[in-house]
Nanobody, 123 residues
């Protein structure tokens, strides 16, 4: 089992930046792929970014490519999502997810989830 806890969300003005953190516990984290998803009000949960077990395979949604960056620190069992140039369209609850194996775009492939952290971008 892997437990995930997100932090770092908040209110930010358009054009600003935030860094989300996801702390993992319960298992050695290095064997897991990790991902960030988000869910805006009235919308389905959508893929944001993912990173493979070795950190060499990163994928991003087109809507965040060039603005967001996913990274991980296996020594501290923490995953990060650096978000720059935020827009009101980025407003959502952001979730961290993990799976043992390669990283995927499909949220259904991830058995481990955090409870989410709210990001609100004001115009």
């Amino acid at each position: 089992q892997v437990q995930l806890v997100e932090s770092g969300g908040g209110l930010v003005q358009a054009g600003g930046s935030l860094t989300l953190s996801c702390a993992a516990s319960g298992r050695t984290f290095s064997g897991y792929s990790v991902a960030w998803f988000r869910q805006a009000p009235g919308k389905e949960r959508s893929f944001v970014a993912s990173e493979g077990r070795t950190g060499h395979r990163r994928n991003y949604a087109d809507s965040v490519k060039g603005r967001f960056s996913i990274s991980r620190d296996n020594a501290s069992n923490t995953v990060y999502l650096r978000m720059n140039s935020l827009t009101p369209e980025d407003t959502a609850v952001y979730y961290c997810a993990a799976r043992y194996g390669s990283n995927q775009y499909d949220s259904r492939q991830y058995p481990y989830w955090g409870r989410g952290t709210q990001v609100t971008v004001s115009s």
